[in-house]
């Protein structure tokens, strides 16, 4: 019987694992199961994505399944290293995690990007950092192709191989690739590494155990994948199917909305083209006549980060009244 990174059995025949936290039932019929992050770096931040996105489940102490209140969906607390595995193996229908574990998993299992049984809805955008090469600072200078042969503690194993097999190209390489779940960028203070392969987000943790970046391994972001579908798995049609796209427009139309806000202004039909000019809109914006003759009313989505530099711009081209409206989610 096989393993998950964190010590827990795989079944060979496919049948969904629980831990002794979980229901003895968890597969139900037409109910998808959406495996989250129970706890690490990315947590917090897809929680609060599933809140915004209305997915409205409380999670029972001690346990690691939870139903969602007017949904036909299952939230599924697991390790986020152990979700793409869940996904592949079919014993979850869709799941959340980094780019980086996806990309593990799928090297260690053997599969090429275009092979895996999976398939990927939206790139989220939260969690973005890399995957690393890292040394003593004294040695960071160096190409990474001199490091083939070294130690390398890492948390990546696959990715750490596969990086170093490209370096060394048609030749052999002894690169002694040695796992750890964590604490990695100890490794080269307590002498366990030459260099280490970790994750890098603002260089706090690297800088602070002497270390410095020799060359990017993988960009990462935190993904939305579902296991491929096919008439098998029954995420090709019928209602799972449409859970499913359900899921999608949920999390897509919150992710707009923490993108954008609504800019609404007052402005005279003279002014009127100028002002459309300086907030198109996503189509186009949205033009009402007001009470008073030859006054209009104009709303338009507009960036975020470009907000405030185009309400001044809207005051400057003659517009009144001028309000900045957050969103709290969006159907695009």
């Keep these: 019987m096989a393993g998950y990174k964190d010590g827990s059995p795989k079944f060979e025949d496919g049948a969904p694992w629980s831990k002794s936290s979980m229901p003895e039932k968890v ?19 897809v929680m609060k994505m599933l809140k915004g996105a209305g997915f409205d489940a409380k999670r029972p102490d001690r346990l690691d399944v939870a139903m969602c209140k007017e949904l036909p969906i299952k939230l599924v607390y697991l ?3 152990d979700i793409p595995s869940y996904v592949m193996e ?16 799928m090297t260690e299992s053997g599969y ?4 895996a049984p999976i398939e990927v809805m939206l790139k989220l955008g939260i969690g973005k950092c890399k995957l690393c090469l890292q ?20 948390s990546f194993p696959a990715l750490t191989k596969r990086f170093f097999d490209e370096l060394a190209g ?3 390489h002894d690169t002694h690739i040695k796992e750890v779940s964590g604490s990695v960028e100890a490794a080269c203070g307590l002498g366990l590494a030459d260099a280490v392969v970790d994750l890098v987000e603002t260089g706090t943790t690297m800088k602070a155990a002497g270390l410095d970046i020799v060359a990017d391994v993988l960009e990462t972001e935190v993904l939305l994948f579902q296991q491929r579908p096919s008439e098998a798995n029954g995420l090709e049609s019928g209602s799972k199917a449409e859970t499913l796209k359900l899921i999608e427009r949920r999390i897509a139309g919150y992710l707009t909305a923490t993108k954008y806000v609504m800019i609404i202004c007052n402005c005279h039909h003279d002014d009127l083209a100028a002002v459309c000019a300086l907030m198109p809109g996503k189509r186009s914006p949205t033009v009402t006549e007001l009470k008073e003759e ?5 709303s338009s989505l507009v960036r975020i980060d470009e907000s405030n530099r185009i ?12 309000l900045c409206l957050a969103l709290s989610n969006t159907r695009m």
Excluded: Y
């Design 311 to 322: 309400m001044d711009e809207l005051a400057k081209a003659g517009a009144t009244d001028v």
């Design 27 to 45: 597969i139900e019929k037409n109910i998808v199961l959406f495996a989250v992050p129970k706890k690490g770096r990315i947590h917090d931040g």
């Design 135 to 154: 040394a003593p600072a004294q040695f960071c200078d160096r190409p990474a192709k001199d490091f083939v042969g070294k130690r390398i503690v890492t």
């Design 79 to 81: 390790p986020a290293a």
């Design 112 to 115: 090429a990007n275009d092979e």
């Design 294 to 298: 030859q006054w209009h009313s104009v």
């Design 170 to 172: 048609q030749d052999s």
């Design 90 to 105: 079919g014993n979850v229908d869709v799941g959340i995690c980094g780019s980086d574990m996806l990309e593990e998993a």
